[in-house]
Nanobody, 127 residues
């Protein structure tokens, strides 16, 4: 079992940056691939970014490519999402998620393929 706790959300202006963190409990964190998703009001949860278990491979949604960077520190049981050049369209609740079965697969974008979820952190970008 893995528990995930996100932090780092907040209210920022367009063009600003934020770094989200997701701290995981449990000794198996380093064996999981990790992902970030987001959900805006009235919209479905959408994939944002993914990183494989060793941190070598990453994958991004087209909407954030070039602006967001996912990384992880397995020694700290933490995954990060650095978000730059934020726009109001990035406003959402951001969730981190762990995938225990496909740790070496780079492209996994369905939320159904992730096994553990955090409670989410709100990111609001004003224009």
């Amino acid at each position: 079992q893995v528990q995930l706790v996100e932090s780092g959300g907040g209210l920022v202006q367009a063009g600003d940056s934020l770094r989200l963190s997701c701290a995981a409990s449990g000794r198996t964190f380093s064996s999981f691939a990790m992902g970030w998703f987001r959900q805006a009001p009235g919209k479905e949860r959408e994939f944002v970014a993914r990183i494989t278990w060793g941190g070598v491979y990453t994958y991004y949604a087209d909407s954030v490519k070039g602006r967001f960077t996912i990384s992880r520190d397995n020694a700290k049981n933490t995954v990060y999402l650095q978000m730059n050049s934020l726009t109001p369209e990035d406003t959402a609740v951001y969730y981190c998620a762990a995938d225990k079965d496909r740790r070496n697969i780079v492209v996994v974008v369905s939320f159904a393929d992730y096994d553990y979820w955090g409670q989410g952190t709100q990111v609001t970008v004003s224009s």
